[in-house]
């Protein structure tokens, strides 16, 4: 059924059309959108908290309680992103469920063999199939089950090259991923989980605005005579957090070239601690790739001359 042609016999009176945010929001966003109604996608948790009030809770009530929600400015709007940012998305999602799938295979491939006295141990990805195959020659009626979870695991490692080299010409053919893989510890899966995070750094007034979205900063909690800052708010994207705060890890344990951005971070790994440096740089990290972006300037490795 085709939602835009339900609309038309009120088309006149409707001035805003009020879309909680949900699995198809971003799809029944674009066709309101293409079908020229003024859709506005509103955040859900602070529209849960207004409806919340309701003593019957039913789909007419709730769009009853958007629509007065809507009616009296009361609402957060949420970016929709653009089909571009959605296919990237998607593109590191199936990635990164390859991968778990790898790692959980491995993991069960070692747990049963330890019920019967083999461990594995530490081995790379690249030794870890010989390393069961000379485990089972110690135990060869083992092969009915485990024979059959390697070929699983070779499976999931073939199709995980396949979605990295596909993330890594994506990167290589976006310009935008490219001028943000001049900054250090940012590689393809950063300058992709960004781009598509941010999507348009224009609807960020400010770069400093960019770590507070994806969850860098500290919370806070104030009630009375309590007063305490808290660790930081994890709101937004935790792959994107994820992503930011491994470069930083990179960047700070990893990269040997020397860098502003680098040298604040180990002044800061020295007061605090390496654990509280990192999320500091990731924070950082996320203000410089907004205003690169902004600006279409690469990373500046050298300080700026007074």
């Known amino acids: 059924m085709r939602l835009a042609p339900c609309f038309m016999r009120s088309a006149d009176r409707i001035s ?11 799809w029944l966003y674009s066709g309101l959108a293409a079908a020229g109604y003024p859709v506005i996608c509103v955040e859900t948790r602070h529209m849960k908290a207004a409806l919340s009030a309701q003593i ?9 309680g958007i629509a007065q929600m809507m009616r009296v400015g009361l609402f957060k709007p949420v970016h ?12 590191l999602t199936a990635r990164k469920f390859v991968q778990t799938k790898i790692l959980d295979a491995e993991n069960n ?40 979870l390697l070929e699983v695991r070779r499976v999931l490692r073939k ?28 590689g393809p899966l950063v300058a992709l989980s960004f781009r598509a995070g941010v999507d348009e750094p224009a609807r960020f007034g400010r770069s400093r605005s960019v770590p507070a979205h994806f969850g860098l900063t500290p919370s806070r909690y104030q009630s009375g005579e309590i007063d305490r800052d808290r660790g930081i708010s994890k709101c937004g994207d935790a792959g994107i957090r994820w992503a930011l705060v491994e470069a930083a890890g990179i960047l700070l344990r990893i990269s040997k070239r020397s860098s502003p951005l680098k040298a604040w971070g180990l002044s800061v790994a020295r007061r605090r601690g390496m654990a509280k440096a990192t999320v500091a740089v990731a ?9 690169m972006w902004v600006d279409n300037t690469p990373y500046r490795w050298e300080a700026k001359a007074a």
Request: hydrophobic share 40%; charged share 30%; net charge positive.
């Open 16 to 26: 805003g059309v009020g879309l909680e945010a949900g699995p198809l929001s971003q």
């Open 56 to 64: 019957n809770k039913t789909d007419r009530n709730d769009a009853r």
């Open 80 to 91: 929709v992103k653009t089909v571009r940012s959605q296919e990237i998305r998607m593109l």
């Open 109 to 148: 491939l070692r747990g049963l063999l330890r019920n019967f006295g083999l461990k594995v141990g530490a081995v790379t990805r690249l030794q870890f199939e010989r390393r069961i195959i000379e485990l089972l020659e110690q135990s060869p009626h083992l092969r009915l089950v485990i024979d059959p």
């Open 159 to 186: 199709q995980f090259q396949h979605l990295q080299k596909a993330m890594e010409r994506l990167a290589e053919s976006d310009d935008t991923c490219k001028l943000l893989m001049t900054a250090p510890g940012v």
């Open 283 to 291: 924070r950082r990290l996320a203000i410089i790739l907004h205003r």
